[in-house]
């Protein structure tokens, strides 16, 4: 697992080849190392934007509105119906079952922060506020 972990950490996703090279360095069946990726919702097979956009669809943002989030982050990244990353892999959006966030519904989390009460001008607000630090960082470098 900490192998793993640090694989996601620096490609943001588990590719196929590497999975093989750790079966192999370990000297474990493929299957193995496979079933530990995909058994752990942490990991991912699948390439991730810079920026991970989780929407929780449980009861509680349901019901206060989850679908209105989720369309906000869609218009304000680009991102078309059943597209998951956007194409330039700066973003990628997802629903969860849960957040362990209900009070705060609907919530959102970005990169492991939690954001509360959201609307949809409040997560394109969240989503400008990251434009505007990167901005920020990219002048001072």
Known sequence: IPILQKVQDEYRYLPQEILAFIAT???VPPATV???ATFYAQFSLEPKGKYVIKVCDG???HVRGNKTIVD???N???LKEGQKTTRN???TLETVSCLGAC???PAVVINEKIYGRMTPETVAA???EIEKTEAEEAKQQ
Do not use: E, N, P
């Open 59 to 61: 009861t509680a943002c």
């Open 72 to 74: 906000a982050i869609r």
């Open 34 to 36: 496979y079933g530990v």
């Open 76 to 78: 304000k990244t680009g």
């Open 103 to 105: 009070g705060l519904a």
């Open 89 to 91: 892999m700066r973003y």
């Open 126 to 128: 969240a989503i400008d």
């Open 25 to 27: 360095a370990l000297d």
